[in-house]
């Protein structure tokens, strides 16, 4: 999955990566400074990730720099992998009973509705998740974290939304983890969602987090969303009513998929 070379905690350049967090925070600040005093701020507000911004490095070595291609639809559906409902089977949207043992970590339920921009429920969309385990850590050989790896824990699921829109998946919460945007870089805990469509051209990938995170301000790739009303469609609402007794907490998300109220999406490359 492309961007899962932005998370893990590849190699990189030393030099590019030794500036500090003050000097990476003061780049994201003035752009927000940049950004409030904008037609833009205060209007309906930027919807999308930026692909050029300075604080993100990766963002800089490898945006898209020539206009988007598109795909025939029938065309690459002669070679992309075929999905059918029949293939998806109940369990795959529990992460918590895929091995022989309990993950170690705080369970919980993340619930919500995938809709359209006037409010429609979006019915059997594949919905898949990834993500790290309650260490930070991926299983992913790129991943060089020394934080352990739980053997009862993959990281990955699917299910299909049901006649109201509805997704759940019982897991992990995840842990921050270091990456080497700049030293001392640390991503806030997310959860990587992916929402297929209709055909193979239509995935969309985009990101969850979770409320009242200390590493927001400080996080290039949550900040390179400028407008604060669209950064915080992105991050969960705490639910005691999906809360269980003595079994897990719950977490409510619902995707917008257009619209202005559409939930950040990450941008696709040519």
Not at 154 to 179: A, M, N, Q, S
Not at 226 to 234: G, H, M, N, Q, T
């Amino acid at each position: 999955m492309s961007d899962l070379l932005h998370n893990t905690h590849a190699p990189a350049d030393p030099d590019s990566s030794s500036r500090s967090q003050a000097e990476v925070s003061a780049d994201m600040d003035a752009v927000s400074r940049e950004y409030a005093g904008s037609k833009a701020a205060a209007g309906d507000g930027e919807t999308r990730t930026r692909l050029d911004f300075p604080a993100y490095r990766s963002s800089i070595l490898r945006h898209p720099t020539k206009d988007l291609h598109h795909a025939d639809p029938e065309g690459v559906e002669l070679w992309s992998p075929v999905f059918g409902e029949n293939d998806l089977d109940p369990l795959e949207a529990d992460l918590t009973v895929q091995h022989g043992g309990e993950p170690v970590g705080e369970r919980m339920k993340v619930t919500g509705r995938v809709l359209d921009g006037d409010g429609r429920p979006v019915r059997r969309q594949l919905v898949e998740i990834w993500q790290a385990n309650a260490g930070g850590r991926y299983i992913h050989k790129r991943d060089n974290h020394p934080a352990g790896l739980d053997p009862n824990f993959t990281g990955v699921g699917r299910c299909l939304t049901d006649g109201d829109g509805t997704y759940e998946f019982t897991t992990i919460k995840p842990g921050p983890y270091p990456w080497r945007n700049h030293r001392n870089a640390w991503r806030p805990a997310h959860i990587h969602f992916s929402l297929f469509g209709t055909d193979f051209t239509q995935r969309l990938v985009t990101q969850m987090y979770f409320p009242g995170d200390p590493l927001f301000a400080l996080d290039p790739i949550y900040r390179s969303i400028v407008d604060p009303r669209a950064r915080r469609r992105l991050v969960a609402a705490y639910d005691h009513d999906v809360t269980e007794h003595e079994w897990c907490t719950g977490y409510r998300w619902d995707i917008v998929l257009t619209g202005s109220q559409r939930t950040p999406l990450e941008e696709e490359h040519a």
